[in-house]
């Protein structure tokens, strides 16, 4: 139980600073307020919300469990960015600046489905064990 509750805390809180870093480094010329109140319930929010998913993840055994598990986790992520992002009220005080190293323009399609192959094949290879060229069984591999 004490470990339910520290991982609970633990992946609740994780998410909780992920998001909060984020906006603190967006690069925008503006004053940032929060309402400290909706703050507070964000964080309630990740911390219930990765509760319920720990939960279910180590104590149901299905594999539609654990999907479900996970869809609430991410679920959890979602809510908790929402009302994260409307504890904060920002006002602009200059034009931002241009970032020199921002990713865009024609190549960015390319980029993210370059990406998001990649790392689809790292979890197919770690989830398989095995890699894409290993041989299939029932077919010979001819010694060179």
Known sequence: RSGWLAGSLLAGIGVCVMHYMGMFAMNMRASMNFDLTTV???V????TAAAAALWLAFN???FTHKVAAAAVMGVAVCTMHYVGMSAASMVCTAAAPVDALAIGGSYMGLT???TAGAVLIFIYW???GSSLDAP????RVRAS
């Open 126 to 128: 770690v989830v398989t």
């Open 136 to 139: 299939v069984a029932g077919r």
């Open 40 to 42: 507070g319930l964000s």
């Open 44 to 47: 309630l929010i990740a911390v």
């Open 60 to 62: 149901l055994r299905k």
């Open 112 to 114: 993210v489905f370059g």
